[in-house]
C-alpha cells in the first residue's frame, strides 16, 4: 500500500491550495482518511479527518477555512485549504486507515508529506 500526496506549494496570506492523496496498492477497504500536520519545531497535529460515511471534523484553527473530502471510487482524498495564513505553514501528512487484500485487521498508513508555505 502506497499513500501519494502532492498540491503543496508557496502561496501569499490570503491565497488557497489543493492538496491530494492517493491511496494505491494491494487495497479492500479504506476506512478513515486524515490530514495531519507538522510545523518546525511542533507535534505532529490533526488537521481534519473523514470517515468513509464522509463525515468531516476539523481542528479549531480551520474550521471555516479547510474542506475536506474523499472520493471512494478513486481511493482520493482532498483538503481544500483557502483563506490561508502564515502558521498554516507546515508539512502536511495524510493518513489513512486501510484493511488489504487477504487480511482482517485495519493498519493506518502514512503518506510522505507535501510542504505549505503561507508568506505575509
Known amino acids: 500500500v502506497q499513500l501519494q500526496a502532492s498540491g503543496g506549494g508557496l ?3 490570503g491565497g488557497s491550495l489543493r492538496l491530494f ?3 494505491s496498492g494491494s487495497i479492500s477497504v479504506i476506512n478513515n482518511m486524515g490530514w495531519f500536520r507538522q510545523a518546525p519545531g511542533k507535534q505532529r497535529e490533526l488537521v481534519a479527518s473523514i470517515t468513509s460515511g464522509g463525515s468531516a471534523n476539523y481542528a479549531d484553527s480551520v474550521k471555516g477555512r479547510y474542506t475536506i473530502s474523499r472520493d471512494n471510487a478513486k481511493n482520493t482524498m482532498y483538503l481544500q485549504m483557502n483563506s490561508l495564513k502564515p502558521e498554516d505553514t507546515a508539512v502536511y ?13 485495519w493498519g493506518r498508513y502514512w503518506g510522505q508529506g507535501t510542504e505549505v508555505t503561507v508568506s505575509s
Do not use: M, W
Not at 96 to 103: A, C, K
Open 93 to 105: 501528512y495524510c493518513n489513512v486507515g486501510i484493511i488489504r487484500f487477504g487480511s482482517t485487521t
Open 11 to 13: 502561496v501569499q496570506s
Open 21 to 23: 492523496c492517493a491511496a
